[in-house]
């Protein structure tokens, strides 16, 4: 079998003598250029598995050849040398369509991992093969609307790159099976993926839980704990519901994903961690920093590629699949039969706005299954809420008041939703989230955000 070959540019002959050795030792082959002419020159005489360019080059930027190749060999991962703490201009390339980036002086260390995950590339799967009306483990995004086509799409390409992904969309929209995707289809699938939840994490135990500690380094400590970025080493670490994290903490994340090095509470000596960060919030993070909640510098950091998430109500053409395909899962899960589901009832689920969305939906499909009568799914097993005729505003949910835009329409079909589902729950907030299938903190936050006041009674 032929080795890889990779394409060296760089001005500094030291530089480019040192990439070769260790490439080499590495038994990839090398082709050098000293400039943007001499690159060009090597791309259209043969073809590389990797690219290592330098940002400043003779004859232009570096970016520039990372925007071509992005566009003319897609195929070929390009990383960029950076000027040693200048996240900015590595930011740009990633923005760019760079693969990775490392930065003067070179840490071999971290070239030759840098090397290996871009080799891999070459076997990674690409999600636009799959199928997704056929079951298939590796497509667990369905839905055959132009909105999830372009969700699938952006995914193939995040795969084949290492750039920090934020992840935005309503709860149970399925961010974090976006994130398992991107993991699965890049060349890191053969290492951990690790989720953290930081809504759910105290904050006093947060930094201990993410870094690790020392045994001894404070009351309780009697043994070393492993922190879940060493845990996620070589893999992706998800970070869900990220706008949660403390101020305090934010800037020591900032610092892991500016040095790529965590330290445990306690110890002396940090640790160099090759780790891929995804991050995910159903709030919307750029108001956060606006507000002075969360820092703007972290979440530059964070948002280089941003994957929208699309609502269920603004895809109502997926509701008929993806609900016969939780129906299999479903009865599979029993070992019974798949139920019918009648006309009506599949109209109404179509209507409906579904503020919990596809967890929403599985939600309902589950206590109607439970509930059904001989394998037939009816109007009633769904137990849908629904505005009663004089209820809440004088307009139909469905309709928009005169003058109303998109946003307030929503808002109002929203805000009746979840004061129905209140009212059904006995006023008990969890119960109601329940109902709706999404999170208690989820539906409180959407309480506020709507200002509906109420005591905390969940307690």
């Known amino acids: 079998m032929d080795n890889p070959t990779a394409l060296i540019v760089d001005d500094e002959p030291d530089i480019r003598e040192l990439l070769e050795l260790t490439l080499q030792r590495m038994n990839i082959d090398t082709v050098t250029a000293a400039d943007l002419g001499q690159a060009r020159q090597a791309l259209a005489s043969q073809s590389f598995q990797l690219c290592l360019a330098d940002m400043r080059l003779p004859d232009g930027d570096g970016i520039d050849l990372v925007r071509e190749i992005h566009e003319q060999h897609p195929e070929t991962p390009v990383a960029m040398i950076t000027a040693h703490g200048n996240m900015e201009t590595a930011i740009q390339a990633l923005k760019a369509g760079a693969f990775d980036f490392v930065s003067k002086p070179v840490d071999l260390s971290v070239l030759r991992s840098l090397v290996n995950t871009a080799l891999k590339l070459q076997d990674a799967e690409n999600i636009q093969s799959c199928d997704t009306e056929q079951e298939d483990s590796q497509c667990p995004l369905r839905g055959a609307s132009t909105a999830m086509d372009k969700v699938r799409s952006l995914i193939s390409k995040l795969a084949r790159s290492q750039a920090p992904v934020h992840i935005t969309g309503e709860s149970g ?7 398992r995707l991107i993991h699965q289809l890049g060349p890191r699938n053969d290492h951990p993926f690790v989720a953290v939840n930081c809504g759910a994490i105290p904050h006093e135990l947060m930094e201990s839980e993410l870094f690790g500690y020392k045994k001894g380094a404070f009351t309780g400590a009697v043994a070393d704990k492993t922190g879940l970025f060493v845990e996620a080493d070589g893999g992706t670490l998800f970070l869900d519901e990220v706008a949660d994290l403390p101020l305090s903490m934010q800037v020591k994340l900032l610092r892991v994903i500016q040095e790529k090095m965590v330290r445990p509470v306690g110890a002396t000596e940090e640790r160099r961690i090759n780790v ?3 991050s995910a919030t159903h709030q919307n993070l750029a108001r956060r920093v606006q507000e002075g909640d969360f820092r703007q510098d972290l979440f530059y950091r964070l948002n280089v590629i941003e994957l929208h998430m699309p609502s269920l109500r603004d895809r109502p ?3 008929p699949g993806l609900t016969q395909h939780l129906l299999e899962n479903i009865a599979s899960n029993y070992q019974q039969a798949v139920p019918t589901l009648q006309e009506t009832a599949l109209e109404a689920l179509q209507r409906h706005p579904f503020p919990g969305n596809v967890r929403e939906l599985e939600n ?25 005729p004089g209820q809440g505003n004088s307009a139909s949910p469905q309709e928009p008041m005169p003058g109303e835009n998109l946003e307030d329409y929503l808002a109002r079909i929203e805000k009746d939703i979840l004061l129905q589902a209140l009212e059904k729950a006995g006023g ?16 409180r936050y959407r309480l506020g955000k709507l200002g509906i006041a109420g005591k905390d009674d969940d307690k």
Not at 173 to 179: D, S
């Open 276 to 278: 891929r960060i995804i």
């Open 317 to 319: 053409e997926d509701i």
């Open 364 to 388: 309902i499909l589950e206590r109607a299954f439970a509930l059904c009568e001989n394998g037939i799914i009816t109007l009633d097993d769904l137990g849908l809420l629904e505005l009663s």
């Open 428 to 443: 008990i907030k969890t119960s109601a989230a329940n109902l709706l299938g999404i999170s208690f903190r989820s539906f």
């Open 173 to 179: 929209t399925g961010k974090e099976l976006a994130a």
